[in-house]
């Protein structure tokens, strides 16, 4: 591990000095993950009535220190926070209460938990990590003496405590009469590292200097390299990756992403004959249980049978530790060993997922270290039942507050690149749902991506290119739930004897048949999807049509048609198929600012008269197609209803 401080990128200001450090240690991942570790700097402001207050600005919950900006740390009052070390007893609830109520200001976000700690350690600059090395090394069967023989009397070895205020009394008392000019760190059992320096750059480089140590210990030891790997697994079934998200989804009560590593490193660890022995002992560190539970589920070849055994089994896990002041989580698992492919990451939202993924990614390392090293020995059960059932994370549960209506949920919408089929997607992402967006444009990549996000250029004419784009949807979430089936084009006007055969099979091809092909594509994994819904997109035209527009008429007559067919068929798996009828959506790139002059110009009527031309005299914008998919989405008993979105037409109506 090398040091990433370069002086001349230093800044003078002490917070942001601060933010800096900081950031140089959540650029490592191997040293801190989403939100892991606090780092802290001491120092002396001015109150709101000018008096002179000396402040420790700690990491506040909720941010990341790869990431972490001045508004993310919270300036708490020293003399609260040393009073509070004095007392002999303090329950977490009192002490978060009394930590915010110590803020300078009141809008920060809350301090670490870890507060008290930092504010009774005599250095300016504190940095934590969780450094997959040092970890490692303490879970091992002699982790303790390992640790001090890297070490030795550089470092204060603490053992494992539940953080908060037990930590910092525990520290407390172990350092009373601690020589400080003599110590480089303190390493907490099984839990992390501390560094700490009156300069923020030593405070860096020590955690820099002792993690390297400790990554030499383990190259010394031959477990550096313990890590098995094999070929990459680049088949991975998507029907059985969907089945596997159902049964994860229905554990957990609501519906899960799921995210597939099959790396070599993740391929090479589920192929271990011993994997499903070493990988259910416990996490790397108990910060990390919160997220992932205490251990993942093994899935061989039938993952409801793996699923219901390992809900089972976290109801036992809870039965046997609860002392009946708990409340019990889902028994879902957070993360899976896929025997022979490799790792699943299951979250609430794509970002969730991808989140526990590298956790994931980290653990796995870290348990073939130790294994090396004479066995991967975690943290007993009973002190990871008090983290994952930690009294301030029991409250969250009673927090008011709704989960996005989409949120776990997948969904795919053609023709996604602009108009209609874009709002949607907007809209569903803005829900909570992971959106993959096709179209044939090749921008589609660059406009749709991230977490939640998947943009696929495809042509939904090639049956091959829909198949493939489907598979890669289910590859990249873990299944599909809605489909929205929007690609289409209105070709230019045409009466009946003017019609070629090219022109009527282009629209055919486009407006029917590529719907055929993506809902054909896409059923086998509606039928295991969450609570699964198809939009088909038709138009005002099927009920009300005008001249000219045979061939797109009568395409999205087959379309409505197609879906009825649907409904009738995919009920009995549970999934909905509805129709959306929009009319004169101008906000698309079918109606440019030329062609709806000429059409008004053509009524008679005003270009504004022409846009609300329907009953309610309401303009109709991709925005209300988009609430009205949502709506149909939302509608639990509603399947082959066809709803139009024109304002009022007295020909439909």
């Not at 002396?44 to 990341?64: H, N, Y």
């Not at 090394?137 to 001090?148: F, Q």
């Not at 590859?475 to 289409?488: E, P, T």
Request: net charge negative; proline share 5%.
């Amino acid at each position: 591990m090398e040091s990433r401080y370069r002086a001349e990128d230093a800044p003078t200001d002490l917070l942001q000095l601060r933010c800096y450090t900081s950031r140089l240690l959540g650029a490592e991942p191997s040293l801190v993950l989403h939100g892991g570790g606090n780092t802290s700097v001491k120092g002396t402001t001015k109150d709101f009535f000018g008096d002179d207050t000396d402040v420790l600005w700690v990491k506040g919950s909720g941010w990341d220190l790869a990431t972490i900006e001045p508004a993310g740390f919270s300036p708490v009052r020293m003399r609260a926070l040393l009073r509070m070390a004095d007392l002999t007893a303090l329950s977490d609830v009192d002490m978060v209460r009394e930590q915010r109520a110590a803020l300078l200001d009141p809008s920060a976000p809350d301090p670490s938990i870890e507060a008290i700690l930092h504010a009774i350690l005599p250095h300016r600059f504190v940095d934590h990590t969780h450094a997959d090395a040092v970890i490692t090394l303490t879970n091992t069967p002699d982790g303790d003496a390992r640790i001090r023989a890297v070490f030795g009397d550089r470092v204060l070895y603490v053992p494992y405590v539940m953080p908060g205020f037990v930590l910092a009394r525990a520290v407390r008392e172990i350092t009373r009469s601690a020589d400080w000019s003599s110590l480089e760190g303190m390493v907490l059992m099984h839990h992390g590292l501390f560094t700490f320096s009156d300069d923020a750059r030593e405070s860096y480089e020590r955690t820099i200097r002792l993690v390297s140590e400790a990554e030499d210990a383990l190259k010394r030891s031959g477990a550096w390299s313990a890590p098995r790997r094999a070929p990459r697994a680049s088949d991975i079934d998507p029907r059985a990756l969907a089945t596997i998200r159902r049964e994860v989804s229905r554990a957990a009560g609501r519906a899960m992403i799921a995210r597939v590593d099959a790396s070599e490193d993740a391929a090479g660890y589920a192929s271990r004959d011993d994997v499903a022995h070493i990988a259910t002992r416990g996490p790397v560190t108990p910060d990390h249980v919160i997220r992932t539970k205490r251990v993942p589920a093994v899935i061989d070849a039938d993952p409801a049978t793996a699923i219901d055994a390992y809900a089972r089994e976290y109801d036992a896990y809870f039965t046997r530790n609860d002392d009946g002041s708990r409340t019990r989580l889902d028994p879902a698992p957070r993360w899976a060993v896929w025997r022979g492919v490799g790792t699943l990451a299951f979250g609430t939202a794509a970002k969730a997922a991808a989140q526990i993924g590298d956790i994931a990614r980290h653990t796995i390392r870290c348990v073939q270290w130790a294994e090396a090293l004479g066995g991967w020995t975690p943290l007993g059960e009973r002190d990871l039942f008090d983290m994952e059932y930690w009294e301030l994370e029991q409250r969250k549960l009673r927090k008011p507050g709704a989960s996005p209506s989409l949120a776990g949920r997948v969904a795919l919408i053609t023709g996604g690149a602009s108009g209609i089929g874009r709002a949607i997607a907007q809209r569903f992402r803005a829900e909570g749902a992971a959106v993959c967006v096709l179209d044939r444009r090749a921008e589609i990549t660059s406009a749709w991506k991230g977490d939640d996000a998947l943009g696929i250029a495809c042509d939904v004419t090639d049956t091959a290119q829909v198949n493939a784009a489907i598979d890669a949807c289910v590859r990249r979430f873990g299944g599909l739930d809605l489909l929205v089936s929007n690609a289409g084009d209105f070709p230019p006007s045409k009466r009946i004897e003017e019609l070629d055969d090219a022109y009527w099979e282009r629209a055919l091809a486009l407006n029917l048949t590529s719907h055929l092909k993506v809902l054909r594509a896409a059923t086998p994994y509606l039928q295991l999807g969450v609570e699964p819904v198809v939009i088909m997109m038709a138009s005002r035209n099927v009920p009300a049509p005008g001249p000219g527009a045979a061939a797109y008429s009568v395409s999205k007559a087959g379309v409505t048609q197609l879906a009825r067919v649907a409904a009738i068929e995919l009920a009995p798996a549970g999934v909905r198929v509805d129709v959306l009828h929009p009319d004169k959506v101008f906000d698309t790139e079918l109606w440019s600012d030329e062609t709806i002059a000429l059409r008004a110009k053509s009524y008679g009527v005003s270009v504004e008269q022409y846009k609300r031309q329907n009953l309610l005299r309401a303009e109709v914008t991709t925005k209300d197609v988009a609430e009205a998919a949502l709506a149909l989405v939302k509608m639990r008993a509603t399947t082959g209803a066809q709803l139009p979105i024109d304002g009022g037409s007295d020909r439909v109506i």
